[in-house]
């Protein structure tokens, strides 16, 4: 029997979590405290929120068994890796650089998806790769800048991607076999320690002036985009992921016009003509490797 096609719920709700991703570095911006404080109040004020929806929906997968602790615990200090260099980055670059860098995981998390599979991708595969790098490439090509001045911004923001990419890899394990919302709530509570002792190594400001942005940070960022990602790696093969994660650098572009001014340009549009064309490739195909 022919293995199902990609739900499309899942294909829905990576994409609204990765619009909502995309305002991260904005509400990062607008934050009174230092970045990676930043990141520990995205998880501290979400926590509790999701402890408690997890608890309610699922109170048995608050309890995992004994080989789902090392896959949540590594996830979790991934992603708090992951957001405290992210944010430092987001504050000593440009906003296109650490969208490009900080999502190194497109490339990733697909590669990995294929040698686990131990398969080369089919020509639609390859195709949709194709139209996606083309895609981002003129989504980023016109605004990212590579300088000297940038570099230490870069770094972070390369070093932030790659541990996404281990932290989506170690979270489609936990999900085989658990809910969403324990996954993610249980993952939070292993990365929210790590990052405010972070913060505080750093010396910054841990407590804000202002609350808006980092409470909109929680929200949109870690309750709606990270929840909408984590059961979407549940339902969708590692290339589709991969690739809505281009979905950022749009979004990203359009929050940049609005928010600051920053004129949007005839490649952008082809760009992201060119990304939707690619996760329409993959989501109307027959996916075996779930």
């Known amino acids: 029997m022919p293995p199902p096609r990609t739900p499309r719920s899942a294909i829905v709700a990576v994409i609204i979590a990765n619009i909502a991703l995309a305002f991260g570095p904005w509400f990062v911006r607008l934050a009174d405290t230092g970045p990676v404080a930043a990141g520990f109040w995205r998880i501290a004020l979400a ?31 991934a992603f708090a890796v992951d957001l405290g260099s992210w944010h430092i980055g987001i504050r000593r670059t440009t906003l296109a650089n650490a969208t490009l860098f900080g999502n190194c995981a497109v490339l990733i998390f697909p590669l990995y998806g294929f040698i686990a599979m131990r398969r ?31 570099l230490a911004g870069d770094l972070f923001c ?24 324990p996954a993610l709530a249980l993952s939070s509570v292993a990365g929210v320690v790590p990052l405010l ?34 059961y979407a790696l549940g339902h969708l093969s590692p290339l589709v992921v991969g690739l809505a994660l281009l979905v950022q650098p749009l979004v990203g572009a359009t929050i940049g016009w609005l928010a600051y001014g920053e004129r949007l340009g005839p490649m952008d549009a082809v760009g992201g003509v060119l990304v939707a064309a690619a996760l329409v490739i993959v989501s109307a195909r027959r996916t075996p490797d779930r």
């Open 120 to 150: 080369w991708p089919t020509r639609a595969q390859g195709l949709a790769l194709l139209l996606a790098a083309v895609g981002g490439m003129l989504l980023l090509g016109r605004s990212a800048e590579l300088s000297s001045r940038h």
């Open 197 to 230: 002792l972070f913060a505080l190594a750093l010396g910054e400001t841990i407590l804000p002036e202002r609350w808006g942005p980092l409470f909109a940070l929680a929200l949109v960022s870690q309750i709606a985009g990270q929840g909408l990602m984590i």
């Open 47 to 77: 926590l509790p929120v999701l402890l408690a929806a997890a608890a309610w929906t699922d109170r048995r997968g608050m309890l995992p068994t004994r080989t789902l602790w090392l896959p949540l615990l590594v996830g979790g200090l």
């Open 158 to 181: 390369l070093l932030a991607g790659v541990l996404y990419a281990v932290y989506f890899i170690a979270m489609r394990g936990v999900r085989r076999t658990m809910a969403p919302l």
